[in-house]
């Protein structure tokens, strides 16, 4: 049963993504990777190649963990109800999150001071398609998909504050080590994506019944023969009666 409903795809491209974060991990862990290699250096030319490779690397299990369930969750829900389109949004957005996280310039928010900063973690890509999930469902108007983006604004509803800097809510005694500018980078472009991508993929379902002119033979026998059988129902009636009927004559419609 589950095999017809739950696309492969689904489970193998988050499966595969599992994999080589993890695999980065251990390779950080056994000090095959170091320092800054495979981190997004903003604005310098070196950290370019983190554009690709920064997602599979972490700072510590937590940070891993902490990305792996989203990343599971979401990449899942974006091969199952995007399949069309999932793999442009998803390998669109991981680029496009890494170049405008490279564009950024590493800025104190409150001295101004410049900072080296190496950027690892695959939290702009869990932004990119939280954000999509959500404002897609939103700009389609599709139930199906509008129920996607419930979920996702349920589960994930608290990754709006992740796009701010930690300092400015003063809650911290110390400068966060979260990259906020991925948060936001990633926030930025799955929305841009959604409003993009809004007409391709799964559309909105139409009945024929629903377009303009249709007409029926099967269906004006059917509305002939309730007139016969229900003489009743077509005397003054207040018009929410009037609205029963034909409610009762769309369910033979559909049932037929």
Known sequence: MFKNLIS???????????FV??????????GVIQDCWGAIIPLVPEGLKGVFFSPFLHGNLEHLFGNSIPIAVLMFLLFQFYSEIANKIFFLGWILTGL???????????????NYTCIIGASGIVYVL?????????????MKLLTVSLVVALY???????????????TLKEKSNISWQSHLS?????SIMAFVFRNYGEKKKKFIW???????????????EYRENHPDDFEELPYKKKDDVWEHLDEIRRNS
Not at 8 to 18: F, G, S
Not at 186 to 190: D, L, P, T
Not at 210 to 224: A, C, M, R, T, V
């Open 8 to 18: 492969k795809n689904a489970v193998i491209y988050p499966a595969i993504m599992l």
């Open 21 to 30: 974060m993890w695999t980065g991990y251990l390779l950080q862990v056994q």
């Open 100 to 114: 405008l996280v490279w564009l950024l310039p590493p800025i104190d928010i409150f001295t101004g001071q410049y």
């Open 130 to 142: 939280a954000f999509f999930l959500f404002f897609s469902g939103v700009f389609r108007w599709n």
């Open 156 to 170: 994930y509803g608290s990754l709006i504050w992740g796009v701010f800097p930690e300092e400015l809510f003063g």
């Open 186 to 190: 990633g926030a930025v472009i799955g």
């Open 210 to 224: 629903q377009f303009p002119n249709y007409y029926s033979e099967k269906d004006d026998k059917l509305w002939q």
